[in-house]
């Protein structure tokens, strides 16, 4: 089946979903973006930020993103990520820590008003949030449970579409090949990026290569449909 010779309204329909998926791509990139940005201006999803989505501690986490602009300076940044590297001990807390967390958080995670049911009053409220890593399972599953379905809807209906153009075999299997394994190990890696900082590169190069490859069977299907039709037809 040759996919620029079908009837046009199947023709659309394709065009349409493709067209779809590459705004969905570029909304995804901007939600990831949003979602967690520590270097503001920076484009694209980098080591910083996955490590501080799928590696580092609630607290670290929120200090480096969103719990950032609370904060006064970079001095204060440093004194709570160091603090929460080296383990979050006890009476460090109540000497460096306490004294920020009272004058730039307590406001909102305070004993009247608790904001996201987060309380950083005393150490013993804070040390979960120090101690754990990486997403809350719960937090975890939910996300793996959309991404599986999600993830793969969209490379079947790309991958479909893609076998169905004039392209070669070899280029067929291979980004169809790559495709559900780069989703495969992205999700694989949020899970084990909970044991290993390390592991954020292994996210960051799957959700690239991810994106990388849907973006080529977008643009390949595209041209296949619209722009080499007349190639062939002129044979
Ligand atoms: C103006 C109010 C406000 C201030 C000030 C504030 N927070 Fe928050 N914080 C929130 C709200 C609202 C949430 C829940 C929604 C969210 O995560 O953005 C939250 C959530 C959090 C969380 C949980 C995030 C998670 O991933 O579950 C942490 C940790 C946190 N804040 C730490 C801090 C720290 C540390 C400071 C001080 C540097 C601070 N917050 C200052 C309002 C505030």
């Known amino acids: 089946m040759n996919l620029a ?30 979602d967690l940005h520590p270097e503001r201006g920076c484009p694209l999803p980098n080591l910083t930020m996955i490590k501080a989505k799928y590696s580092y501690s609630p ?18 940044l440093k004194a709570i990520i160091d603090w929460c590297q080296s383990g979050g001990d006890r009476t460090e807390f109540y000497e460096k820590i306490a004294p920020i967390l009272n004058q730039r958080c307590l406001h909102c995670h305070g004993k009247n008003i608790c904001r996201g049911d ?20 719960a ?12 993830f793969g809807i969209l490379i079947l209906g790309l991958t479909l579409i893609f076998n169905l153009t004039r392209y070669s075999n070899r280029a067929k299997i291979w980004l169809t090949v790559i495709a559900y394994t780069a989703a495969l190990v992205n999700i694989l890696g949020w899970w084990a990026a ?13 959700g690239l290569t991810l994106m990388l490859t849907i973006t080529i069977i977008v643009v390949l299907s ?5 722009v080499l039709k007349q190639v062939t037809s002129a044979e």
Request: proline fraction near 4%; glycine fraction near 4%; charged fraction near 15%.
């Open 118 to 137: 987060v309380s950083l009053r005393n150490w013993g409220d804070l040390a979960p949030l120090v101690i754990n890593r990486g997403l809350p399972v």
């Open 194 to 206: 909970k044991l290993s900082h390390t592991v954020a590169v292994v996210i960051l190069i799957s």
């Open 5 to 34: 010779a079908l009837p046009l309204p199947i023709k659309l329909s394709v065009t349409f979903f493709i067209v779809l998926t590459a705004c969905g791509l570029v909304v995804s990139e901007i939600l990831v973006h949003s």
């Open 139 to 150: 937090k975890l599953i939910r996300q793996t449970h959309y991404h599986i379905f999600g």
């Open 222 to 226: 595209f041209l296949d449909l619209w």
């Open 59 to 76: 607290l670290y986490r929120a200090v480096l993103t969103t719990m950032r602009k609370h904060l006064e300076n970079k001095l204060e």
